[in-house]
């Protein structure tokens, strides 16, 4: 995704045609760029040799989640309806963990059904809802428990996972009597340790961290796991400034916990494949000129991308078209719909800019349209994949007329 002769491409097709093509708001991946975060991350891990389980909840197209099967990846899932998308796009339920803290007995007893990798289980009460389950089906049911490493994983608060605040995993105390508890289990195999300590990491420390926090409990608890489920979270660019996590450096960090051991590694995955491989076009509405600075009214809104309002996420936002005259006056990019929350950007400067111009919001292939919904009665975008030069509408906008 660049400019070719100041107009902006993903891949060989212009987003101005898109946008006059699929209409706007409209959300478009790149299929290049997709395949080619998955193989550098499978690269920066090659020495390890992990089983990759993409976090379905950052993008549940199933379109999308098809790449991601036909590129030999899992999934994570974290409700039923995931679950049954996943299985839909055709991903080995071998290659499936379901992972979250409140999973109904409905979603226990289809996930056993469909004899997924593992039921990553986050609390005492669960696993004895699992094994009465197991017990009912007369089978064995592979299960992960999740441990609360305490680990602040320096990142937004609200998506944090990992502090003794959260309300993920179990404490140590309790991990090892839960361990104590099922180890002879008839119907529970607890195969693996699972933790996940929040989203958007670009620091390695706080994986440092939790590494020494899972050898300990390992070393205290004396079991023998087949897996370690190190979750996801790490982090993109969201802004030229940013730094990005580095994936060989955590690698390194990983290879030298796994020594004298077999144990295998589970990753989780999401923004990572597929953050900076999507955008959201959209079109100016009004310019909305005043004293102190100019309000860009767009026609995508808080209900198409929340992540501003909601964790006071910074999106980048380029012109369709670069133009060389700046106007020094502070610019601020705004929704339509009626909360002051819906917004997405101030900037000090922008350069010339005019109603029915499109711009682009970048890095929103992950927690984009999973997030969206229908306030103030809004239709959801569509969504479109690029290939080259070809354009494949992957879900269609949806019309007022179905929605009312």
Do not use: W
Not at 65 to 73: A, F, S, V, Y
Not at 302 to 323: F, G, Q
């Amino acid at each position: 995704m660049n400019y070719i002769n100041k107009r902006f491409f993903v891949e060989k097709t212009s987003v101005n045609k898109i946008a006059k093509k699929f209409g706007t708001p409209v959300y478009v991946y790149s299929l290049k760029k997709i395949e080619q975060n998955i193989n550098n991350f499978k690269k920066s891990f090659k020495s390890i040799n992990p089983l990759i389980c993409f976090s379905v909840k950052s993008n549940c197209n199933i379109n999308i989640l098809r790449i991601i099967k036909n590129q030999g990846l899992g999934a994570d899932v974290v409700s039923m309806g995931e679950l049954m998308i996943a299985l839909k796009a055709g991903i080995n339920p071998k290659k499936i963990v379901f992972s979250g803290v409140g999973k109904t007995i409905e979603e226990l007893d289809f996930a056993i059904n469909k004899r997924i990798l593992l039921i990553n289980a986050e609390s005492e009460n669960e696993i004895i809802e699992i094994e009465k389950i197991a017990k009912r089906k007369k089978t064995l049911v592979n299960i992960g428990l999740r441990l609360n490493p305490d680990t602040n994983a320096q990142t937004l608060s609200k998506i944090s996972t990992g502090k003794k605040e959260d309300k993920f995993g179990v404490s140590q105390k309790i991990f090892k009597r839960i361990i104590k508890n099922f180890k002879n289990s008839k119907y529970l195999k607890i195969k693996c340790l699972s933790v996940h300590i929040g989203s958007q990491i670009t620091s390695n420390r706080p994986y440092e961290k939790m590494l020494r926090v899972i050898k300990n409990t390992i070393r205290n608890n004396n079991y023998n796991f087949e897996y370690v489920d190190l979750g996801g979270g790490m982090g993109i660019k969201y802004n030229l400034n940013q730094k990005k996590l580095d994936l060989n450096s955590y690698s390194s960090q990983i290879k030298s916990f796994l020594k004298k051991t077999n144990l295998k590694v589970i990753f989780e995955p999401g923004r990572f494949i597929i953050g900076d491989a999507g955008i959201l076009l959209s079109k100016i509405i009004y310019i909305k000129q005043t004293k102190q600075k100019n309000f860009i009214i767009l026609d995508a809104a808080m209900n198409d991308l929340i992540r501003p309002a909601l964790y006071d996420a910074k999106h980048r936002i380029s012109p369709s078209e670069k133009k060389n005259s700046f106007i020094n006056k502070l610019h601020e990019f705004v929704g339509p719909i009626c909360e002051t929350s819906d917004k997405f950007l101030l900037t000090k400067k922008y350069q010339k800019i005019e109603q029915g111009d499109i711009l682009i919001i970048h890095d929103v292939g992950a927690y984009g349209m999973v997030l969206s919904s229908n306030y103030n009665l809004r239709p959801k975008p569509a969504e479109v994949l690029i290939r080259g030069s070809k354009n494949i509408i992957i879900k269609k906008r949806q019309r007022i007329n179905d929605i009312v």
